[in-house]
């Protein structure tokens, strides 16, 4: 088993950043990526990012492209999203995901990741 544990959320002005923590503990080891979603008020959780934990090769929503950055730190078994030039529309519930193995475009599915966290909320204000 793989457990998550976000942080970082809060309250922000449009056009501020954050930066979302997500650690990860347990059977890290079998760790193939690590991503986050986001689920809007309302709204069907949505795939934000994602990061090879070996190679650290990463992908993006086309909504986030240019403003968030994923990065890992496999030392600290951790995961970050940096979030600039925040929107209004990025408000949401933000969960932090890990899958053991995933194949080729099921890396932006969230059927395809096996542990998730608890959620940290992010509010974009206008």
């Known amino acids: 088993q793989v457990q998550l544990v976000e942080s970082g959320g809060g309250l922000v002005q449009a056009g501020g950043s954050l930066r979302l923590s997500c650690a990860a503990s347990?059977?890290?080891?079998?760790?193939?990526?690590m991503g986050w979603f986001r689920q809007p008020p309302g709204l069907e959780r949505e795939f934000v990012a994602t990061?090879?934990?070996?190679?650290?090769?990463?992908y993006y929503a086309d909504s986030v492209k240019g403003r968030f950055t994923i990065s890992r730190d496999n030392a600290r078994n951790t995961v970050y999203l940096q979030m600039n030039s925040l929107k209004p529309e990025d408000t949401a519930v933000y969960y932090c995901?890990?899958?053991?193995?995933?194949?080729?475009?099921?890396?932006?599915?969230?059927?395809?990741?096996?542990?998730w966290g608890q959620g940290t909320q992010v509010t974009v204000s206008s």
């Open positions: 995901a890990a899958a053991k193995e995933i194949s080729g475009s099921r890396r932006y599915a969230a059927g395809a990741y096996d542990y």
């Open positions: 347990g059977r890290t080891f079998s760790i193939a990526y």
């Open positions: 990061i090879t934990w070996s190679g650290g090769s990463t």
